[in-house]
């Protein structure tokens, strides 16, 4: 190829392929100048709604055939007074990339199958299959979440359950097993876990155990948390902010974050907790098993279920919230949505069954945020109300509801529009 037919397909290339590149930068950056996410609202304590729009969240709810009345005994004896005005965060969801194929089959590899025996379910779903460990693994180039089971129901399944880690190591066993598959992002690495003691019956299906030696498996679930309010320090005593999070907050050290625009800001955050749609189990659910003998060093994994939905790392905006007050009359109306009702000290791995409950003592009313297993595209606050049910004969249980906690009504129809400011002199 001569000199002059190299510059002739470079110039080509630039027209047709340079270009239209430009253009969608172009249009991708004035798109961002429109819904740009927000740093921190001017006066953290008033809603901006720059997330725009927001879809009303759909809680599902567990079936409860009873007409329970309601009691408050909460520490106060009272409602407590929360925030009016909380963040908002959007998600990043990555999509679809030309590499995603090869990174899921890097990720089945490291977790043990072979990377090129594959079976492919949708676009973007893809399932390996170990026969002989009775292993099925699926999963969502998309987005890279994944899950992988195993077949209980055959007997030549051995989890070792004579060298079961104890729940605190089980612990640490997950947290390196999702690090060494660069699995654990920093928000679940600073977050909770909580074990579960699994007993496997002869069908293959889950029970709880009642202790160690009982176990046939460790079951860890990961919780994130997020920060519900970043204010200025000096806002710290605020009415917006509620009494009840302005006593926590004035004794709370102030944190430097980085921001898009004003760089280093010293600000009070308050974190909560993430719940999906059972409040006591987390997005990520890995099973631990034992091992094959005293002088190994390792644990099995059987199991492991991962839903991670990447956040922005600061919120988008901030929204007004409805009253505590109306999120416990929408429980006491019937309008909330029952998320869990367990008698106590009963197995709380089995699926639900419909429940008839006398009386329902509330107990705590508090702000968290909802992030179901299906994708969406904000990370929503939620009012968690949680207390003692009374079924009867003296048999008693805990239950939570969750109620959406935006005002929706109060978002404006231009929310997320950044207008701008006028810089002519006023006419004399």
Not at 60 to 77: M, R
Not at 145 to 164: E, G, K, Y
Not at 370 to 396: C, H, K, M, N, T
Request: hydrophobic share 35%; charged share 20%; proline share 6%.
């Amino acid at each position: 190829m001569t000199l002059t037919e190299a510059a002739t397909i470079t110039n080509k290339g630039i027209k047709y392929f340079g270009i239209p590149v430009i253009i969608i930068m172009v249009v991708w950056f004035f798109v961002g100048l429109l819904r740009a996410p927000a740093d921190l609202p001017e006066n953290y304590i008033t809603p901006d709604y720059m997330c725009g729009q927001l879809p009303i969240i759909e809680i599902p709810s567990l079936e409860n055939d009873s007409k329970a009345t309601f009691s408050i005994e909460t520490t106060s004896g009272a409602i407590p007074d929360l925030p009016k005005v909380v963040n908002v965060f959007s998600y990043n969801h990555p999509g679809q990339s030309l590499l995603a194929l090869e990174e899921s089959q890097r990720t089945a590899e490291i977790i043990g199958f072979d990377p090129i025996n594959f079976t492919r379910i949708s676009t973007t779903e893809y399932r390996w299959y170990d026969a002989a460990e009775k292993r099925t693994l699926i999963i969502e180039t998309s987005n890279q979440n994944l899950s992988m089971t195993t077949d209980f129901s055959d007997t030549s399944v051995d989890t070792h359950p004579r060298f079961l880690p104890s729940e605190d190591n089980a612990k640490t066993v997950t947290l390196q097993y999702l690090q060494n598959m660069s699995l654990l992002y920093k928000d679940y690495s600073k977050g909770t876990q909580k074990t579960y003691l699994i007993q496997i019956t002869p069908t293959g299906e889950f029970r709880e155990a009642p202790s160690l030696s009982e176990a046939d498996l460790v079951r860890v679930d990961f919780f994130r948390d997020e920060d519900l309010i970043t204010i200025d320090p000096s806002l710290t005593g605020a009415a917006e902010l509620g009494s009840t999070l302005s006593q926590q907050l004035e004794n709370q050290k102030a944190t430097t974050i980085e921001t898009e625009t004003a760089g280093s800001v010293e600000v009070k955050k308050y974190s909560t907790k993430i719940f999906n749609e059972s409040p006591i189990f987390g997005n990520i659910t890995v099973y631990v098993g034992g091992m094959k003998s005293e002088l190994d060093r390792s644990y099995d994994i059987f199991g492991i279920e991962y839903k991670n939905w990447f956040l922005a790392n600061l919120p988008c905006g901030t929204y007004k919230l409805i009253s505590p007050q109306e999120a416990v009359n929408k429980v006491q109306d019937g309008t909330a949505s029952l998320a869990y009702l367990m008698e106590k000290n009963t197995d709380r791995i089995i699926p639900y069954e419909t429940k008839s409950v006398q009386q329902m003592t509330i107990l705590e009313v508090s702000l968290a945020y909802w992030e179901p297993a299906a994708r969406q595209q904000y990370l929503q606050p939620i009012f968690v109300i949680r207390g003692e049910a009374d079924f009867g004969s003296d048999v008693y249980g805990e239950f939570y509801y969750y109620v959406p906690a935006i005002d929706y009504e109060s978002i404006p129809a231009d929310a997320g529009v950044v207008k701008e400011v006028s810089t002519e002199e006023p006419a004399q």
